[in-house]
């Protein structure tokens, strides 16, 4: 069973989500920062990350798109910013087309992403900021809750099958 998230919407166009992972840190850290894993678990199923160029460091990129059953892609572009190695990761993200243009007409997003070991393994935090309150709420719309809660789930999954292959 997988653990609790908690995923809170503020009135001021941030979200804040937190889920304890029973793992250590560098797995997690790894888990976000390598390409071959990002892709196991980042799209909620039916859906598939697919990486066309991750280059993790500050000031570098990861663009991705998350690809449907159907073949449909939608693609985003992410860029780094401050990388604290095995606490945390910060990245600005954005809708973009396949060759990553970033799509002005759709909200971009700025998030901080926080590692911290604990007795239970891992607590990773989420704080992503919105230009607008309306540029959240579409987010939300878009599925983005049960998406984002989906991925961390398979996240989790992907780290207990690993854990006990072992």
């Known amino acids: 069973m997988n653990s609790e998230i908690v995923f809170n919407?503020?009135?001021?166009?941030?979200?804040?989500?937190?889920?304890?992972?029973?793992?250590?840190?560098?797995?997690?850290?790894?888990?976000?920062?390598k390409s071959d894993l990002l892709d196991r678990w980042w799209a909620p199923q039916p859906w598939q990350c697919e990486t066309e160029?991750?280059?993790?460091?500050?000031?570098?990129?990861?663009?991705?798109?998350?690809?449907?059953a159907d073949g449909e892609?939608?693609?985003?572009?992410?860029?780094?910013?401050?990388?604290m190695q095995h606490r945390s990761i910060s990245w600005t993200d954005a809708f973009s087309d396949e060759k990553g243009k970033i799509d002005d007409a759709l909200p971009k997003s700025t998030w901080l992403i926080?590692?911290?070991g604990i007795d239970e393994g891992t607590r990773?935090?989420?704080?992503?900021?919105?230009?607008?309150?309306?540029?959240?709420?579409?987010?939300?719309?878009?599925g983005f809750e049960e998406g984002f809660k989906t991925?961390?789930?398979?996240?989790?999954?992907?780290i207990i099958v690993k854990s006990l292959n072992r």
Do not use: P
């Open 9 to 33: 919407k503020d009135a001021d166009s941030g979200i804040y989500v937190m889920k304890v992972f029973h793992s250590d840190v560098s797995t997690l850290w790894d888990h976000f920062t």
């Open 53 to 68: 160029k991750l280059d993790f460091r500050e000031n570098g990129i990861w663009h991705y798109a998350m690809k449907g």
């Open 73 to 83: 892609r939608h693609f985003a572009f992410v860029q780094y910013g401050e990388i």
């Open 114 to 116: 926080g590692f911290t």
């Open 124 to 142: 990773m935090t989420f704080n992503i900021h919105f230009n607008s309150t309306e540029e959240m709420h579409k987010i939300v719309e878009m």
């Open 151 to 158: 991925g961390l789930n398979q996240l989790e999954d992907l």
